[in-house]
Structure formats: structure tokens, C-alpha cells
């Protein structure tokens, strides 16, 4: 359920109320109208989560206008092409009812000073056009890279295609195409057609699912004769697709990543939430996953190839200008080229184990390259006496290998098979090898047209990346049969990785193609009633799908209910009806459980039967988790878990802690905006706030979300950001920005009184109810952290210096501790009660964050920059994303875990 954008307006003004507007965006340039960016001079200060951008119309067959400027961050699109918003859960059949009147040929957007002018731009493309007879297929707009609006390649251009007849079996051809399984892709309907679509292709295709091609399918012209119904195809494939055979690229113009197929040359874009600023990466084929370097929040990342499961492997110094990452995937380490502090460091892929390898003599290290086997590393330096370098990994044995006819050597990469490396240089226009001693130099390829940038060696093959060139191209080793790879598609490929499943590099133990991992797969119990009965929807590998119905027994039933953290004894399975709203279509079939098992995945559920089935009942399977009377049931219910709320969305969760499946409370509230709750263990209530008509309201509702009442007076501009329970007093205590003070009341809403006094912007809230001492973070003009008795005496101050935003805050009592997170210094630290011996536990320039909470191992946070719940060790180690990525804004967190005593 979707709130109004007048209360999301609301809400977002209420809460960030902290934030000053000396944090602003960069500088851009502005301009409306205008035939040429470059012909801009207008220059604006964005505001606070504001980038730059630009957008290209298209003006039917007349040319294109420009419009610049300023645009919130959760607003910029996602992928060059398309109208999808950041932060908002994107569906092809939805798009026809959110797109403009006139939609932009182009809207990208960037966060650096000045950075807009060169974006959407049309440069003339030097690289050689694939003939009429090459086809190839890009998939664009999807919030996975397996779903998203089809478009071909065809006859020198781009162009979508008509949706008119469109079916699965032409789904799975394309999906074939971008190299993966046609197996479970399904057609579906894409945006709308308009004025201004550059070209759509023909609107009938012939395709039996066979053909290793759309070329095959055709029968006649290309060109479309009518489209009846205005849209333009989609399609979903099977995220269950073997990783393989795949070059990974980054545009760095664009700020993304795209996965093209070795084979095919086809591609696919890599969504990565529209929050990050890819660099320079590599990939490590055992755990299936990208590292790559942000320059703007000065970090370097890990995700999965499809770019879910983003974390922040490790936050770098602000001097720090990251650039070229190396994994090595045998000795499970990371190295990294940093150009601002002019250091060489690596870590381990654990995160442990963090050293400067080299920290002298270097002017502006960027390329890098590792043997893994006699555990050196090569270098590339191109400062004012630019050269290549080698040293063993602990910084001993440092040579230089090459010092003379080299200018800008921007990369590097090795041949362990030749004992060859092999560099470019983006100055001189050549691509060189040479020895492992830097001996036997030859040049292998000159263009003075070229940029080079990007290099790796793969098979008998050298891949490139050269900016003025609009794809990837290749070489054979010595030099002869230069080809571009694909269609022109991009604007300044940078960096290049090429993988194929047991062909990487010598001595790799690499990864599956296909994985279905349990820590990846997550069920979502969709219930109208309460939160113990409904569908069940499951997520494998970003993307979501519901579960044929045709076999799902009670032992199903079981583990599902298990998964959401329920009593797998009190389970029992169900059927919907056809008519039930489901997410998509039936993903899984043949699910065969004993009932004992701890997830599904272990049920029989292989990428051989993800998106492929035979179901003959049209409904989904559904549960009902608690299939007794609610006063049979046994004590405590429910334990281990996470409460959380979704402002944006409208929506109350509670998240299995070791699982992170969950199910939604389904409150029938309209225009639902829930801001800070709390949980009452002995009762199983929830006590939450939601802003109606500029004041706040406190409602009271059970887990199951079946009742919800509204308890006693809240005055008028109430604003309650921070909630907490004392269930040995069967009080809830809340703060009141609205009125800066700190309030404490009775769930019938009766005795309320006042604890404290002229805070000014008071947010989050902790008890120790056993001193009965409330502790309260305020991130007012002089943000700090105090502490006062219930009855308001004793009121002390614990921190006051560097803090900007303290928002959410926990407490450990038996270790007389305090966690607390600050959305301006972006850091989760800790400190004694009485203010001694504080510690940064973790630091992410990219973060903001709201809401925190504890249990005996976890801190959970939420984070407005992120799409779920993030969990951390207690002290600060390992990011993990607590579920999948299908939440848009969370507000406050909550953890309940009986076995970690809080208060």
C-alpha cells in the first residue's frame, strides 16, 4: 500500500529536521531547453541528497533538447533509457500507468562538482558498426538484471519491439540470447509507445523457443506494420542462469556495470539501486562476487554478480581516492591501487588482516595485476616518472620493471599460462607486453585515435576498453584481429573482466555457475487477514516468484513456517484461489520437503526448477502458520526476530533474525505512515506512532496485525521519532520533537508526564528499566546524548562533542553500554553509560542512518540510503543486508531476542 505524496512530504520534513543545509550537494550546471550541454554556463548549489544531472528529449524526428540541473538522489534513473525511480519497486505492467508525457531519450546523473556537462551527450562514434545481418539483444530497466524492456540491435540501430503477439517462446529466445537459460523466461508487457519512441521493430514474431536467435524468428520485413496495443515488450528470465561466459564492463560516464554474454555479445545492465558510483572492480569466481572501488564515498564494495546482496567491504580514508581492485581467489585477498594517499594496501577477503604493502616512492599508482602463485603483484604508476612496478605481497623485492617510452599507463593484467604481462597506455595510443621482468617489450597495437583504459587477457584473447571507442573490443595475443564486441551501446567504458566457469585464471577454484544459496533465499508470507496466514512469495537470487501450489503439502508447509519463524508444528498448507494477487508467476515447482528441514532450497529446489513448471492449479500455495486458537497457544510465541517499518511503502514487518524471511502486518490503515515503534515481550504488542494531520498518533497491535486501536491524547504538533516499552512498569516512553521533550504514558493512554524539558530536536530513546533511567539522543543545533530519571531529576549530559545527527540509540545493561548511530559523521559507535571510553565500531560515508537495535551477537540498523535492514557484528565487523532488497525507506528498527537481556 502506497502512501499519498502530501504525507510522505510530511513525514520526510518532520525527520530531517536535523539535517543542516550546510551539508548541500555539489555545484551543477542548469539550463532548460538548451540544443547543446556544452554550450551551458549556468551554474547552481544543490541541495542536501541532491546530484547533477541531465536529460536528452527527443523532439520526434527533429533532434534532441537538453535539460540540466539539480534532482534528489532517490530520483535519479536507475539505467540510461528509462523512467525508472530509484528506491521504488518497478514492475513492466505498471509502467504504462507512471511514464511522462514526454519521456527522455536519456536522464543520467552524476555527484561530482560540475559533473553533468558531458552526460547524455551523442559523441560520433570511431568504432566500427556491426553489419546490418548482426543482431544483438539488450535487456534495460529492471530492477534485476533478468527482467526489464527488449530491445535488438538491428540494421545499425537500437530499437524496442512491439509487444503485439509476443510470447514466452520469444521471451526465451531473447533470454537465450543474453546468454541465459530460455528455461522459465516469460513474456511481459512494457512501457507504453509514444511520439517519441526512436524506433520499435516488428510486432509479430514466429519464435518456438529453439531458435539461438530473434533473427531466426522472423519472416519477412523488420519493420513494424501496426501495434495494436502501444506497448513495447518485456521479459522476465530465470535468475537460476548459469553465471558464465560473461565479460563485465563499467561505464564510467554512466556510472554503471553491464554483464555481457562471451557468445552472443549481448548484454545486460547490472541495477545496483542508482546509489553507487562504480570504478574500477574485479570479480572472484569462488563466492560469485564484484568488488569494486566508489571514488565518491571513498569505499571500496562487495556484491553479488547481479548486483544484489551490495555491502561496504571497506570504508576508506576521506584523502583516499580508490583505483584499481585485484582479488586473488586463491590466498582469498584483496589489493588495491590508492592514488589519493599513494598507497598499494590489501586485506583479506574476510576483512581481516588490513596492510599498506606499499607506501613510498609511488606518485600515482592505478593498474593492477597479481600472480597468485609466486604472490606478486605488478603495477602500473603514472605519475611524473611513470612506470610498472613488482613487489611480493608484503612489499619485499620491489623492482622497477619498465621506466622509458611509457606515458599514462592506465592497466595492466597477466598471462600465467605465456608468464606475460600485458599493459596500455592511454597517451601514447599502443597496447605493449613484455616478461614478468619487464624484458622482451614489444608493441603489440597502435591507434593514436585511442584512449585506452581497460585491459584483460582471457583464452587466446586480449579485451580492451578504449574511450573513444562506444564498445569492447579484442586482439588476439599478437596484436592481429582487432573486432569489436557487440553493438555500440555505451559512452566511456573504462574497466574490463572477462569469466568463464572453470577457464579463469590458472589454478582458480571457481564458483558454480548456478547457485541457490540458502542465505539467499528468503519467503515473504503475503496475508490480508493477519500475519500468520497467507501466501507465500519466494525470493532466489533478486527476484521474486510464487510457489506452484500442485504438491505443497503440510511438510511444505513446515519448513515454510519455520523460515518465518513460526512453531513448524502448528503449520498446515493451503491452496489459493486463482484469483489471489500474486507477484508473478509460479517460479517453483516440485517442491518435496520431509518437513524437518531448515530451508526450502533443501527441498529439492535446484536452478532446474526455478521458473520451470508444470502446474496445472493456476492458484498459489499459501499457509497458515498458527493453526490454533490464539489462547491455545504455547509461550512465547514468537522470538528471534526484528520488527521494522517501511514509511514509504506503508507497511509494518517483523524479520526472522537468522532467516530474514518475513511477513507483513497487515494493518487496514489508509495512507499508512508508521515513524517509530516499540514491543511490549510479555504481551506481544506492538506500540507504534504515525503522523496524521501534522500531529502524531500512537496506535497499539499484536503481531498478528488482526485489531489495532489508538490509544489517549497526543497533543497537537506532536512529532514521535523515538519510541520504547518498560514492561515491569507497563509504561511507553516517547520523544516529541514537535514539543522538545521526552513523555512517558500508559498504554490505555492515561497518566502521562512529562520527563524532560526543552530538547530540541529529541529522536531516539533507550531504558534501563531497571534504574528506571531513560537515555535520549538530540541532534539539535548542539547535538548530544543525555539521560535523566523517569521523573525527569538527575538529568545529565553523556556526549556533546563531535556529533551532528545521533538518531537511533540502544543500551546494553549489563554492560553498562550505549550504541548509537549519527547520520552526519556516518558512523555506529559505543560508549559507557557515564560517557567514558567511546569507540567507532563502524564508519560508511555513503550511510544514513535512523533507526538501531541490539541483540547478544547483532547491531541492526536501518538505512535511508539502502533498500533493507543492515546487520553488523557487535563490534562493527562483517555488513551483512538482512533480507533482500525490496524495501524502499525504513524508519525505526526493533530486535527481540530473549536470550539478550536489554533492560
Request: glycine share 8%; net charge negative; hydrophobic share 35%.
Amino acid at each position: 500500500m502506497f502512501v499519498s505524496a502530501s504525507v510522505l512530504l510530511a513525514v520526510l520534513l518532520l525527520t530531517w529536521t536535523c539535517i543542516s543545509l550546510a551539508e548541500a550537494g555539489p555545484e551543477c550546471y542548469q539550463c532548460t531547453a538548451i540544443s547543446d550541454p556544452q554550450l551551458c554556463t549556468q551554474k547552481v548549489y544543490c541541495g542536501f541528497e541532491e546530484q547533477c544531472y541531465t536529460e536528452r528529449i527527443q523532439l520526434g524526428s527533429h533532434g534532441f533538447y537538453y535539460n540540466m540541473g539539480c534532482i534528489a538522489t532517490n530520483l535519479c534513473y536507475s539505467i540510461d533509457n528509462n523512467d525508472v525511480l530509484v528506491g521504488k519497486r518497478f514492475d513492466l505492467a505498471d509502467q504504462a500507468t507512471s511514464r511522462r508525457k514526454r519521456d527522455p531519450a536519456c536522464k543520467q546523473c552524476c555527484r561530482e562538482e560540475l559533473c553533468n556537462l558531458p552526460l547524455c551527450s551523442l559523441p560520433a562514434d570511431t568504432a566500427t558498426i556491426p553489419p546490418a545481418a548482426d543482431i544483438y539483444a539488450r535487456l534495460l530497466g529492471g530492477k534485476t538484471p533478468y527482467e526489464g524492456t527488449v530491445e535488438v540491435f538491428y540494421g545499425g540501430r537500437w530499437g524496442a519491439i512491439c509487444n503485439d503477439d509476443w510470447t514466452h517462446y520469444d521471451a526465451q529466445v531473447f533470454c537465450n540470447m543474453l546468454g541465459y537459460t530460455g528455461d522459465g523466461a516469460r513474456a511481459k508487457n512494457g512501457s507504453v509507445i509514444n511520439s517519441d519512441q526512436s524506433k520499435v521493430w516488428r510486432d509479430q514474431f514466429e519464435c518456438r523457443g529453439i531458435e539461438s536467435g530473434l533473427a531466426q524468428c522472423v519472416h519477412g520485413t523488420w519493420e513494424m506494420r501496426d501495434c495494436e496495443n502501444r506497448q513495447i515488450a518485456g521479459a522476465i528470465c530465470s535468475s537460476e542462469s548459469a553465471d558464465d561466459g560473461s565479460i563485465f564492463l563499467l561505464d564510467s560516464a554512466n556510472n554503471t556495470m553491464a554483464r555481457m554474454d562471451l557468445k552472443t555479445k549481448s548484454f545486460t545492465y547490472i541495477p545496483m539501486l542508482g546509489l553507487y558510483n562504480p570504478g574500477p572492480f574485479d570479480f572472484d569466481p569462488v563466492q560469485g562476487r564484484i568488488y569494486f572501488a566508489d571514488q565518491t564515498y571513498k569505499q571500496i564494495n562487495s556484491m553479488k554478480s547481479d548486483g544484489t546482496d551490495i555491502v561496504n567491504f571497506r570504508q576508506l580514508e576521506q584523502n583516499s581516492s580508490p583505483g584499481k581492485t585485484k582479488v586473488d581467489p586463491i590466498n582469498r585477498m584483496l589489493f588495491y591501487t590508492d592514488y589519493g594517499l599513494n598507497v598499494i594496501a590489501s586485506v583479506n577477503l574476510d576483512g581481516s588482516h588490513f596492510q599498506n604493502v606499499i607506501s613510498s616512492g609511488l606518485d600515482s599508482p592505478r593498474g593492477l595485476t597479481l600472480n597468485p602463485k609466486t604472490r606478486t603483484i605488478f603495477w602500473t604508476d603514472w605519475g611524473q616518472n611513470p612506470r610498472i612496478e613488482s613487489a611480493s605481497y608484503d612489499g619485499t623485492n620491489r623492482q622497477v620493471l619498465i621506466s622509458t617510452d611509457i606515458r599514462w599507463p592506465n592497466s595492466i593484467a597477466i598471462d600465467l599460462d605465456n608468464n606475460r604481462l600485458y599493459y596500455v597506455d592511454g597517451t601514447l595510443g599502443k597496447i605493449e607486453s613484455s616478461d614478468l621482468s619487464g624484458n622482451d617489450r614489444q608493441i603489440l597495437f597502435r591507434d593514436n585515435g585511442a584512449h585506452f583504459y581497460g585491459i584483460d587477457v582471457f583464452g587466446g584473447y586480449i579485451y580492451y576498453t578504449d574511450w573513444a571507442r562506444s564498445m569492447p573490443m579484442r586482439l588476439n595475443k599478437d596484436g592481429t584481429g582487432l573486432t569489436s564486441l557487440g553493438a555500440p551501446s555505451f559512452l566511456q567504458l573504462s574497466d574490463i573482466k572477462v569469466y568463464q566457469y572453470n577457464k579463469d585464471t590458472s589454478g582458480e577454484a571457481t564458483v558454480s555457475p548456478s547457485v541457490l544459496s540458502p542465505k539467499q533465499t528468503f519467503l515473504h508470507l503475503v496475508g490480508d487477514v493477519d500475519s500468520t496466514t497467507g501466501r507465500v512469495d519466494i525470493y532466489i537470487n533478486g527476484q521474486w516468484g510464487t510457489v506452484c501450489a500442485d504438491k505443497w503439502t503440510d511438510n511444505e508447509a513446515m519448513v515454510a513456517c519455520h523460515m518465518l519463524g513460526f512453531d513448524r508444528s502448528l503449520a498446515k498448507a493451503s491452496k489459493l484461489p486463482p484469483t489471489s494477487n500474486k507477484v508473478g508467476s509460479n517460479s517453483l515447482d516440485s517442491v518435496q520437503c520431509n518437513g524437518t528441514e531448515d530451508n526450502i532450497v533443501f527441498c529439492n529446489v535446484s536452478a532446474q526448477n526455478w521458473a520451470v513448471h508444470d502446474c496445472s492449479y493456476e492458484g498459489a500455495a499459501g499457509l497458515e502458520c498458527e493453526n490454533l486458537p490464539p489462547h491455545e497457544m504455547p509461550e512465547p510465541v514468537l522470538d528471534h526476530f526484528i520488527l521494522f517499518n517501511d514509511v514509504f511503502e506503508g507497511v509494518m514487518v517483523r524479520m526472522d533474525i537468522e532467516t530474514f524471511s518475513y511477513t507483513t502486518v497487515p494493518l487496514q490503515l489508509t495512507n499508512f505512515t508508521p515513524i517509530a515503534l516499540t514491543f511490549d515481550p510479555t504481551l506481544q504488542q506492538i506500540y507504534f506512532s504515525e503522523v496524521k494531520n501534522q500531529t502524531s498518533v500512537i496506535r497499539q497491535t499484536d503481531l498478528r496485525g488482526a485489531w489495532v486501536s489508538t490509544l489517549g491524547y497526543t497533543p497537537q504538533g506532536s512529532v514521535i521519532d523515538g519510541m520504547a516499552f518498560d514492561n515491569k512498569r507497563n509504561m511507553i516512553f516517547y520523544t516529541d520533537a514537535g514539543n522538545n521533550r521526552i513523555v512517558s504514558i500508559s498504554p490505555d493512554g492515561s497518566n502521562l508526564n512529562v520527563v524532560g524539558f526543552n530538547i530540541e530536536q529529541p529522536k531516539g530513546l533507550a531504558l534501563d528499566t531497571n534504574a528506571a533511567v531513560v537515555y535520549w539522543t538530540d541532534c539539535g543545533s548542539q547535538a548530544k546524548i543525555e539521560s535523566a530519571n523517569y521523573d525527569g531529576t538527575n538529568r545529565r549530559t553523556i556526549l556533546a562533542e563531535d556529533l551532528q545527527f545521533p538518531y537511533g540509540i540502544a543500551l546494553d545493561v549489563a554492560a553498562g553500554q550505549l550504541y548509537f548511530c549519527d547520520a552526519g559523521t556516518k558512523t555506529i559507535e559505543v560508549v559507557n553509560i557515564d560517557g567514558t571510553r567511546r569507540k567507532m565500531l563502524y564508519k560508511d560515508f555513503r550511510s544514513a542512518c535512523y533507526g538501531l537495535a541490539l541483540t547478544s551477537q547483532y547491531i541492526f540498523y536501518s538505512d535511508w540510503t539502502k533498500m533493507n535492514v543492515v546487520r553488523i557484528n557487535r563490534d562493527g565487523s562483517n555488513q551483512t543486508p538482512a533480507g533482500p532488497d525490496s524495501f524502499s525507506q525504513v524508519f525505526d528498527v526493533y530486535a527481540f531476542d530473549s536470550t539478550f537481556t536489554k533492560t
